[in-house]
């Protein structure tokens, strides 16, 4: 079964085709993977829920120095800290819940490991209360 993209997706990719296409791969992931999800889009970002925010992208608004040109950036919140070179940033708000966030520039990028942490997050956001 094809993912749909909402015209919101469509109009928040706009003058965005590779972020887009990354995009595009982690949707059907997503879902085929984590089917009870339930996606929204925002200004400034696509949430991806199941009663509760476990991931969300966004566009990159500022560019640390050293990171590429084009990507998207996936957030997700996991109860402990991934130790990745796929991991831009971390932040612990709370004990023990962690803020990651990851450059993705390309689909290849949306492996096994991205969807482990996928599954990590779905699965944390439903324990918090």
Not at 101 to 124: G, N, T, V
């Amino acid at each position: 079964m094809e993912t749909e993209f909402s015209l919101e997706e469509l109009a928040f990719f706009e003058g965005f085709p590779l972020e887009f296409a990354v995009y595009r791969k982690l949707k059907e992931a997503i879902f085929r993977e984590l089917p009870q999800s339930s996606c929204r889009v925002q200004k400034t970002q696509i949430s991806f829920d199941n009663r509760r925010l476990y991931a969300c992208v966004s566009l990159p608004l500022r560019r640390k120095r050293g990171w590429p040109e084009h990507f998207l950036m996936l957030t997700l919140g996991l109860p402990s800290k991934k130790d990745s070179p796929r991991v831009a940033v971390a932040t612990e708000p709370y004990p023990n819940r962690w803020t990651h966030h990851i450059l993705l520039e390309r689909e290849e990028q949306i492996d096994s490991e991205l969807l482990c942490w996928l599954r990590e997050a779905y699965e944390f956001s439903l324990s918090k209360r």
